[in-house]
């Protein structure tokens, strides 16, 4: 889904920032990388990076010239923290997501990120169409390249409306008590309550009404249900011995 979208690196100074930009993208499902003229490439410092992204390399053009790189797309983004002096349309990284992610068909998008000291310069910029912008604290704004590449990637991934669904842990999968269950679950707590000498008799409508919004706020599933009424069978059988 987003396969058009290219991710343009211009004469990138240090190879292992190429590789860091490599793991961004395909953190986010992005595999579409252009060199312009990098100084290193390929390099092992640029495979270590990587982490795991070498397809990304691998399948990654050099180009001579950023004209080259990005003629055959139809809208280009250049990414810069700095203002120019003469008015240009800017967009952020999430109205660029939202504007074109899933709008564009097949046409090409480039997203083109400079230098890592000084950025793209006048006449590059002069090639896209907009200022692709980060907001950032202005007191330092400074971002490095791969977590620029990062932080746009994430909000086209976001977009996108792509899902991976985690392995951790459990997913919800049990359902939710019915209001029979609650029910009768809070009889056995306030009777529980009762029997280990917790619940003082005036106090008791105001504790359990505490006690309702609590539970309820936390929407519990049969099986935490269950849990939670084996503790308070082991506590009333403790209490009697």
């Given at each position: 889904m987003l396969s058009n979208f290219k991710v343009v690196l211009v004469e990138t100074s240090h190879p292992g920032n190429i590789g860091a930009v490599a793991r961004a993208m395909k953190n986010m499902g992005m595999n579409q990388l252009r060199l312009v003229s990098p100084k290193l490439f390929p390099h092992a410092d640029a495979t270590a990076r990587a982490s795991g992204?070498?397809?990304?390399?691998?399948?990654?053009?050099?180009y001579s010239s950023l004209p080259e790189a990005i003629a055959?797309?139809?809208?280009?983004?250049?990414?810069?923290?700095?203002?120019?002096?003469?008015?240009?349309?800017?967009?952020?990284?999430?109205?660029?997501?939202?504007?074109?992610?899933?709008?564009?068909?097949?046409?090409?998008?480039?997203?083109?990120?400079?230098?890592?000291?000084?950025?793209?310069?006048?006449?590059?910029?002069?090639?896209?169409?907009?200022?692709?912008?980060?907001?950032?604290?202005?007191?330092?704004?400074?971002?490095?390249?791969?977590?620029?590449?990062?932080?746009?990637?994430?909000?086209?991934?976001?977009?996108?409306?792509?899902e991976y669904p985690?392995?951790?842990?459990?997913?919800?999968?049990?359902?939710?008590?019915?209001?029979?269950?609650?029910?009768?679950?809070?009889?056995?707590?306030?009777?529980?309550?009762?029997?280990?000498?917790?619940?003082?008799?005036?106090?008791?409508k105001s504790i359990m009404r505490r006690l309702r919004r609590l539970f309820n706020r936390a929407q519990l599933d049969t099986k935490e249900l269950d849990i939670l009424r084996g503790i308070l069978r082991f506590s009333q059988n403790h209490n009697l011995k």
């Open positions: 992204a070498d397809d990304v390399l691998r399948a990654a053009t050099v055959d797309c139809r809208i280009v983004l250049g990414s810069s923290a700095r203002d120019r002096t003469i008015s240009w349309p800017s967009v952020t990284a999430r109205e660029a997501a939202g504007k074109w992610v899933g709008r564009s068909g097949e046409d090409n998008i480039a997203l083109v990120f400079g230098r890592e000291n000084s950025g793209l310069k006048n006449h590059e910029l002069d090639l896209c169409h907009y200022l692709l912008r980060i907001p950032c604290d202005p007191e330092y704004s400074s971002l490095n390249l791969a977590a620029a590449v990062q932080v746009v990637c994430y909000e086209l991934f976001v977009a996108s409306g792509l985690s392995s951790i842990g459990d997913r919800g999968d049990e359902p939710l008590a019915t209001a029979e269950q609650m029910e009768g679950f809070y009889r056995h707590l306030l009777q529980t309550m009762a029997d280990i000498g917790f619940l003082h008799p005036e106090r008791s």
